[in-house]
């Protein structure tokens, strides 16, 4: 419904044919069977890992269910759909680009997002790595670390009623505001266009330079462990408890494992 909701909104606003696919882009068979239908029509033009997964979490609380559900979700899915697309040009001989969207982490580290930061440092390795060895077969590589751009599912994940809903980020930023969807819009179809066929395994951030200031959990540090409890109390409600994991420890209380 989501998918082709947005498909529509996009044919609409530029005139083209947009048809939306499913696939659990964690799952390698599943990026391959789909890669696969999508060349039937024809190669693509341009791949963008976008999908991701993040909370706040004290990292010694973490699951490692919890943990191996970011990596998939945020590092093994873009290798798996950049290896899926990248044979295919290969052996197509396409020129085609790679853009990857990561964040500032990868430059400060980020406490309590580890699995995150560890996923997109990850992704920025990979970006820089094919650089280097795709690059004499035509494809770019290349990636966006996007700062404060407020959206209904990562602020919840991120900025919890605890955290004041991400009251006061405007005031870490020097331009003391967030970024606007279209400036992030505007920088991606740049990146990807020929006007940029020269940028090849670089990251660019967009921010308003925050990452210069604050790497952006400064005010979890002040946070007691019943603070955190709480935090993990408001996201269970309503969950099914787990059985104890291979840690030792009661897994069912923390809001962020799987189930």
Same mark, same amino acid.
């Given at each position: 419904?989501?998918?082709?909701?947005?498909?529509? $909104?996009? $044919?609409?606003?530029?005139?083209?044919?947009? @048809?939306?696919?499913?696939?659990?882009?964690?799952?390698?068979?599943?990026?391959?069977?789909?890669?696969?239908?999508?060349?039937?029509?024809?190669?693509?033009?341009?791949?963008?890992?976008?999908? =991701?997964?993040?909370?706040? =979490?004290? @990292?010694?609380?973490?699951?490692?269910?919890?943990?191996?559900?970011?990596?998939?979700?945020?590092?093994?899915?873009?290798?798996?759909?950049?290896?899926?697309?990248?044979?295919?040009?290969?052996?197509?001989?396409?020129?085609?680009?790679?853009?990857?969207?990561?964040?500032?982490?990868?430059?400060?580290?980020?406490?309590?997002?580890?699995?995150?930061?560890?996923?997109?440092?990850?992704?920025?390795?990979? @970006?820089?790595?094919?650089?280097?060895?795709?690059?004499? *077969?035509?494809?770019? @590589?290349?990636?966006?670390?996007?700062?404060?751009?407020?959206?209904?599912?990562?602020?919840? *994940?991120?900025?919890?009623?605890?955290?004041?809903?991400?009251?006061?980020?405007?005031?870490?930023?020097?331009?003391?505001?967030?970024?606007?969807? $279209?400036?992030?819009?505007?920088?991606?179809?740049?990146?990807?266009?020929?006007?940029?066929?020269?940028?090849?395994?670089?990251?660019?951030?967009?921010?308003?330079?925050?990452?210069?200031?604050?790497?952006?959990?400064?005010?979890?540090?002040?946070?007691?462990?019943? *603070?955190?409890?709480?935090? *993990?109390?408001?996201?269970?409600?309503?969950?099914?408890? =787990?059985?104890?994991?291979?840690?030792?420890?009661?897994?069912?209380?923390?809001?962020?494992?799987?189930?």
């Amino acid at each position: 419904m989501i998918l082709t909701s947005a498909a529509r $909104s996009m $044919s609409a606003d530029t005139g083209g044919k947009v @048809t939306p696919v499913t696939c659990d882009i964690r799952v390698a068979d599943a990026v391959d069977e789909i890669m696969g239908h999508i060349w039937e029509s024809g190669p693509l033009s341009v791949l963008v890992n976008n999908a =991701a997964g993040n909370f706040i =979490a004290q @990292t010694h609380e973490l699951s490692f269910r919890a943990a191996g559900t970011i990596l998939a979700t945020t590092l093994h899915d873009a290798l798996y759909c950049t290896l899926a697309a990248g044979d295919r040009w290969i052996e197509g001989k396409n020129k085609r680009t790679i853009l990857s969207t990561l964040s500032t982490s990868t430059r400060t580290g980020r406490a309590f997002t580890v699995p995150s930061a560890t996923s997109k440092s990850g992704v920025l390795a990979m @970006t820089r790595s094919l650089a280097v060895e795709w690059g004499p *077969r035509g494809i770019r @590589t290349v990636t966006i670390a996007p700062g404060p751009f407020p959206t209904p599912g990562a602020g919840e *994940r991120l900025y919890p009623v605890e955290r004041k809903g991400g009251e006061g980020i405007t005031y870490k930023n020097p331009f003391g505001r967030v970024g606007e969807q $279209s400036e992030l819009t505007n920088l991606a179809a740049y990146l990807v266009s020929d006007q940029a066929g020269y940028i090849n395994g670089e990251m660019i951030a967009i921010d308003g330079g925050q990452h210069l200031r604050t790497s952006g959990v400064e005010d979890l540090l002040t946070w007691s462990d019943e *603070r955190w409890a709480q935090v *993990r109390a408001g996201r269970s409600k309503g969950k099914k408890p =787990a059985n104890r994991g291979r840690r030792g420890r009661a897994r069912g209380r923390r809001w962020w494992k799987s189930s």
